[in-house]
């Protein structure tokens, strides 16, 4: 008789990797996608709490357009964080987009703790799946300096902001 092979077993990793995965929905994944390509583009060793809350102004949502119709766009934020950080953020054709080959960047603590709030979010609004809105709450509730750091630079209000996120 012959046996079949069965498929080895996942990694651990490779295990974890697809649960994380699964929390996000469709949208959302972009989102972090975009966030680890800033991080890249201004040459971070560390993918921030800030890369998130940039991604998530420049990943075309509806919690994009809620936070630019209270005054927190990418063009500001970058402007902000340029200021903030030093590290000019590319603009214009040089825009920042996702690259699936690309040198990984892993996530710093503070961004690690963003995305894991942003789990807390979905759960606390009634989903079981992360959405983009989730991770920019999320980022705005976070501590993370270079956040609030940019809220205070800009005179915007996180609990606004995140009152637009619903």
Known sequence: MFRRRSEP?????TATARRVADLFLPAARPVVMTAEAHARSDGSETTGAHHVLLAVTSVPTSAAWA???????EAVLRDALDRRCGVPFPTGDARVRPDPG?????????????IAHSAVVARRRGRTRIEPADLGIA?????APTVVD???????????LIAGLG
Do not use: H, I, M, N
């Open 67 to 73: 936070l630019a119709t209270r005054g927190l766009d």
């Open 102 to 114: 690309a040198p990984r960047v892993p996530l710093s603590d503070e961004a690690k703790q963003v």
């Open 139 to 143: 980022a705005l509730e976070s501590e």
């Open 9 to 13: 077993p996942a990694s651990t990793s």
């Open 150 to 160: 940019a809220l205070d630079e800009l005179g915007l209000d996180a609990a606004r």
